[in-house]
């Protein structure tokens, strides 16, 4: 049986979601809706579908709450292929941006949204530039992987590490390298990791360091979407992974730029261990209703 969705088309840097919303979590979201929302020549076309749910509606709502009873809405997040995600850090944007647009939620400049998300509780602020993301506390993965990838003539060594969803970093040597790496095919992760990753490949401008600011170019390939034109979260691993590979000394503000813009990625001490920050901006392209 079909039902109508009314949905909203969003994106962030180019990294683009199907939204609607669904207060009470009755909507049978299945995998195959969330492929037709998602499909680019049958559907509505994105990186992903985003339901809002309140979070007291959602199987997973009541841990949320018990961090943090001002957590309303949860961001139910989906790969374009109907997969689980734990995270989504340029569709947390769109999603603030999509509650505020629906009255759903009220947030001036400066205030901060406790939104619900399967990685935990993650705090938005609303900014001039758009809106800035506490994604938590990160961490190193025990993993050494090597990661091959089409137009790569040899396995290059990757970071693994998490930002409330798995990431692989790759340094590559020049924005040639970058251009041709072929992202149309899933790279390979030796060993695997268990849940699969993100897999970002990075290469650091000349000069790394400008006015106390990092800069680095990215590509992604996404977990459950394939390559995407940006990935906040993937965006904040690249810029950690630098940092890290750049060692002591190396500054806690990155600019990262990506096909589809530039985000900006801040690390800073919390009272629970290294927290990592992401910023840019969201944008509502359109609205519509589609049968799936």
């Known amino acids: 049986m079909t039902t109508t969705v009314r949905f909203t088309k969003g994106q962030g840097t180019g990294n683009d979601f199907v939204l609607f919303a669904d207060p009470d979590g009755s909507f049978d979201l299945t995998p195959e809706r969330i492929r037709a929302l998602a499909d680019r ?42 997969s689980v995600a734990e995270m989504c850090g340029n569709g947390i944007r769109v999603f603030t941006a999509y509650l505020i647009e629906e009255g759903l939620v009220t947030l001036e400049q400066g205030e901060t949204l406790a939104v619900g998300t399967r990685a935990g509780v993650r705090d938005v602020q609303r ?25 790569l003539h040899a396995a290059r060594p990757g970071l693994s590490l998490s930002v409330g969803n798995p990431h692989v970093v ?43 600011v990092g800069r680095i170019r990215m590509r992604v390939h996404e977990r459950g979407s394939g390559e995407t034109l940006s990935c906040g979260t993937g965006a904040a691993a690249a810029a950690l992974a630098t940092r890290y590979w750049a060692g002591q000394g190396a500054p806690d503000h990155w600019r990262v730029d990506v096909p589809g813009g530039t985000v900006g990625v801040r690390v800073f001490a919390a009272e629970d261990g290294e927290h990592v920050s992401l910023n840019g901006p969201a944008e509502l392209v359109f609205t519509g209703e589609l049968a799936v």
């Open 127 to 151: 900014s001039r530039a758009g809106f800035q993301v506490d994604l938590g506390r990160w961490s190193l993965g025990d993993e050494s992987p090597e990661v091959r990838a089409r137009e």
């Open 41 to 82: 020549h049958f559907g509505v076309g994105g990186d992903g579908v985003i339901r809002a749910v309140r979070t007291a509606s959602h199987p997973e709502g009541a841990a949320i709450l018990a961090v943090d009873p001002d957590a309303e809405w949860f961001m139910d997040y989906h790969n374009a292929d109907g």
């Open 170 to 212: 790759v340094a590559l040597a020049s924005n040639d390298e970058l251009e041709k790496v072929d992202l149309t095919v899933i790279p390979v992760v030796t060993p695997a990791p268990a849940d699969g990753a993100n897999v970002e490949f990075v290469v650091p401008e000349e000069p790394l360091v400008t006015d106390g």
